[in-house]
């Protein structure tokens, strides 16, 4: 009984280190991690194109402050012409209209007319 | 002061001077009247108009060309509203000679068109190079209005060498220096306007060169856009401006413009000017108190 017991654990026990030995020499620890070439490639692509994007950020980033710098002056110079038309507008209104009074060609008035229009 | 009357471009000129004596400038003044006629007058079958309408071209003296010159900047500013090319359409209208001959009735005969719808036609159709004026085949050209506003000023240019003085042709008024009290005829009191300077003023209107076709009434003032007499609601415009021929435009583009536009216009773009309506309304616009 007893010898027939242990038999079976025996068994058991080999079949257990077997399969176990099986598997890890399935994985083939003892060889060397081999790199595939096309994602040694890729990898290679990637770190490439992260560099550049890298590089575009800081072009743009560049650029934006320059056209913020741009847009500031130019939209003060808008400003300033604006305020420079206005006033000059504001002159001319004052002057025409005072040049209009003083001057106009013509008024009506309660005087015998010395000759008479009519339809032409 | 001294004055002269005559008759000359279908119309009563009258001429007046502020000066003791001026018969020299009043002679020339008048027969300035007559040789611009004989230029520009479509009703003479010699004049330069006439011959430029008949043969499509000509080596124009500089008299027609400036008047030409003149109703094409016109048409420009007036955006078309006053146009030289209305002949054709006036001539349809039934005003085909002196207005003293039309006949204030008249009917249409058998074989004679009643089409007065003419449109007229307005791109590329005047030519003005050098001394030769070429009009496109089909366009014939009436100067009839801005031809008196320019004789007017071409006289009282004459004029002012004797004194301070006045032209009115018509209705087309011109004036150097001086203050000149110029009735002007309104839909109820008399209206005096005081021309003061170097100005101008015109009346266009429906109320005097008019008569009956079929038993409808048409007048003189051709609406270019539709090339038939103008329907507005006014009767008559009168407008003051810096010369005769501005105001003369003025008044024919305000007229066509009819009342409440007319008003705004003149409002806007400061040209004193009297309006009035065909139900008896005067209005006074541009500044015009």
């Known amino acids: 009984m007893t010898s027939h017991t242990g038999r079976l654990y025996s068994l058991a026990i080999a079949l257990v280190v077997f399969f176990l030995a099986w598997a890890v020499i399935a994985t083939h620890p003892w060889a060397t991690a081999t790199k595939d070439a096309r994602l040694q490639a890729l990898a290679a692509r990637e770190a490439q194109i992260r560099k550049e994007a890298k590089l575009v950020q800081t072009v743009v980033a560049q650029r934006w402050a320059n056209y913020q710098a741009q847009l500031k002056t130019r939209k003060a110079a808008i400003a300033a012409a604006k305020a420079a038309s206005s006033a000059q507008l504001a002159s001319v209104s004052t002057a025409s209209s005072g040049t209009a009074s003083a001057s106009s060609p013509v008024k009506v008035v309660t005087l015998p007319p010395l000759t008479v229009t009519r339809t032409s | 002061m001294v004055r002269r009357r005559f008759h000359a471009m279908g119309t009563e000129i009258e001429l007046l001077v502020d000066a ?176 003061s300077g170097s100005s101008g003023l015109a009346t266009s209107g429906r109320d005097r060169r008019r008569w009956r076709r079929d038993g409808r009434e048409l007048h003189h003032l051709i609406d270019p856009r539709t090339g038939a007499p103008a329907e507005t609601d006014l009767l008559r415009v009168t407008v003051v401006a810096s010369d005769a021929i501005e105001a003369e435009v003025a008044a024919k583009s305000l007229f066509l413009a009819g009342a409440e536009l007319a008003a705004a216009e003149a409002d806007a773009a400061g040209i004193p000017a009297v309006l009035v309506t065909d139900d008896g309304r005067t209005v006074h616009a541009g500044g015009l108190a």
Not at chain 2, 35 to 51: Q, T
Not at chain 2, 114 to 132: F, G, L, N, T
């Open chain 2, 20 to 195: 003791g004596s001026a018969e020299p400038a009043l002679d020339a003044a008048e027969q300035e009247f007559h040789r611009l006629e004989a230029l520009l007058s479509r009703f003479r079958e010699d004049s330069e108009l006439s011959r430029l309408n008949r043969d499509g071209a000509l080596a124009a003296g500089p008299d027609l060309r400036r008047v030409v010159e003149l109703a094409l900047a016109a048409r420009e500013r007036s955006g078309g509203r006053f146009d030289p090319t209305v002949h054709d359409a006036l001539v349809a209208a039934g005003y085909d000679r002196s207005f003293e001959l039309v006949p204030s009735e008249m009917d249409t005969s058998p074989g004679m068109s009643m089409d007065m719808d003419i449109p007229v036609q307005h791109s590329m159709d005047i030519h003005v190079q050098a001394e030769r004026i070429e009009l496109a085949p089909g366009i014939r050209i009436d100067l009839g209005g801005i031809g008196k506003g320019y004789a007017a000023e071409r006289a009282a240019e004459i004029l002012a060498t004797a004194g301070p003085c006045l032209v009115n042709a018509g209705g087309d008024v011109a004036t150097r220096d001086g203050a000149w009290p110029v009735g002007v005829e309104t839909a109820d009191e008399p209206l005096t306007l005081e021309l």
